[in-house]
């Protein structure tokens, strides 16, 4: 469950990365499925994201039985706390999409936690909903570990979507609806300020 205790994360590590190529799809808009730690944060840095439509926090992982919040918080359902997020693949690539979730939405080397929360449900995740995206990922993933980026390995998963279950309405836009909120003031608009300053092109006001 969520805690609030005051503990200052980590800055993220500045990488420039690859070029990543888009998946191949032709649909006007694509779907990335992403778990870091607490889905307030991931949503909250994503709909600061140039060519973002939509960012929805929810669950990933488990059955549609136990996907809730107080079910998911036990850490025994096999969900992880996510964020599918809808992109127009014309302003950016899913590669973009990832390069912001390991530089800036979460420490992708911190195993079934992020930050003053632990377990399962916090894990690093990549929900894939294609082999192309599956693909990229696990390349991605290789490539950040042989970079020496990061002090510690990397954990992130890569999972395939079975179902993605949208979490309940008062966590959505949470960090827009609760600005003041200690936990969003102490640990997820730092993520927010990193993206405007480390990637300026990828920035927008939602």
């Known amino acids: 469950m969520r805690t609030f205790a005051y503990v200052v994360l980590t800055p993220q590590l500045l990488f420039a990365g690859a070029a990543l190529p888009a998946p191949a799809e032709s649909a006007e808009t694509q779907t990335a ?47 992880a706390e996510s964020v599918r997020i809808t992109f127009d693949p014309k302003e950016v690539s899913y590669g973009d999409i990832l390069r912001v979730f390991f530089s800036v939405a ?69 960090i827009a609806n609760n600005p003041r909120h200690p936990y969003v003031v102490i640990n997820d608009l730092p993520k927010i300020r990193d993206l405007k300053r480390l990637y300026p092109e990828y920035y927008r006001e939602p």
């Open 33 to 79: 499925v992403l778990a870091g730690g607490c889905f307030w944060g991931v949503e909250g840095v994503f709909e600061h994201m140039r060519g973002v439509k939509n960012a929805v926090s929810g669950y990933a992982g488990g059955e549609s039985g136990t996907a809730t919040y107080e079910k998911v918080g036990t850490g025994s359902t096999g969900h």
């Open 106 to 174: 979460h420490d992708p080397t911190q195993l079934n936690r992020q930050g003053p929360d632990t377990g399962t449900q916090y894990r690093s995740a990549i929900f894939y909903t294609s082999d192309a995206q599956r693909d990229l990922a696990g390349s991605y993933i290789a490539e950040l570990g042989k970079s020496g980026k990061f002090p510690r390995a990397i954990v992130t998963r890569v999972e395939p979507l079975e179902a993605f279950y949208p979490a309940e309405k008062y966590h959505q836009d949470f």
